[in-house]
């Protein structure tokens, strides 16, 4: 079976600090990877996502990069962070030609101080 | 321009009760949906979903009806339970490959015993 690992799952950074958030899926292969951004009393914010290894898609343009160095690793990072960056970071992976299901790990609490 | 919506941001509903949660939609190019089920600090819980060429999916207590003249969804947990309490996100997509869900802002269901 299918699982997706997500680290660390809290953090707390100060403003202009780097960041790297790592998602993982075991049990599969040539997944389509996504991240998406959970903001408080807000619904879920698709940031890049990922069809194969090093193709990257953004959605929103903002201090935020993703990369793709495996089939199934993807990273989330920033060079310098800012306040608004704090939130619930979501990993999810689907396969790919398969349905548009998509299933998420557990989650990171970014906090930006 | 909110593409899905979910007008409630939260419904009260007794044990043993049916509840529903609504979900409307603007894109015609939709064609598969989704419904997640997230408690806080966890990843999003994928419930069940449903084609645009049906209009009723049901697994177990959990059905969805699909109305596509009226771009509308809901989402019909019978009967509710207080474990079923948590937010619930109605998500759509186009099909196209990688392409993300597009997700609404949730509904909060409190069951109460």
């Known amino acids: 079976s299918q699982t997706i690992h997500q680290w660390p799952a809290t953090l707390v950074q100060p403003v202009g600090s780097p960041l790297s958030l790592e998602c993982t899926v075991e049990?599969?292969?040539?997944?389509?990877l996504y991240w998406y951004r959970q903001a408080a009393g807000r619904g879920l914010q698709l940031l890049f996502y990922s069809v194969g290894i090093g193709q990257i898609s953004s959605e929103v343009p903002q201090n935020l990069s993703a990369s793709r160095p495996q089939d199934r690793q993807f990273i989330l990072s920033s060079k310098k962070l800012l306040l608004s960056d704090s939130g619930f970071y979501l990993c999810?992976?689907?396969?790919?030609?398969?349905?548009?299901?998509?299933?998420f790990g557990p989650g990171t609490r970014l906090l930006v101080l | 321009d909110q593409q899905v919506k979910q007008n409630s941001p939260s419904l009260s509903v007794q044990e043993g009760r049916i509840s529903i949660l609504n979900c409307d939609y603007t894109?015609?190019?939709?064609?598969?949906f989704l419904w997640y089920k997230k408690y806080p600090a966890e990843g999003p819980t994928f419930l069940i979903s449903?084609?645009?060429?049906?209009d009723k999916n049901e697994d177990g207590r959990f059905t969805v009806f699909l109305n596509k003249s009226a771009k509308h969804l809901s989402l019909h947990i019978v009967p509710s339970q207080p474990g079923d309490s948590a937010v619930y996100f109605c998500?759509?997509?186009?099909?196209?490959?990688?392409?993300?869900?597009?997700f609404g802002k949730g509904t909060t269901l409190s069951v109460s015993s």
């Open positions: 998500a759509a997509s186009k099909g196209q490959a990688g392409t993300a869900l597009i």
């Open positions: 999810a992976w689907r396969l790919a030609g398969g349905v548009e299901t998509q299933y």
């Open positions: 449903i084609s645009s060429i049906k």
């Open positions: 049990g599969t292969s040539n997944p389509n």
């Open positions: 894109n015609s190019m939709f064609d598969y």
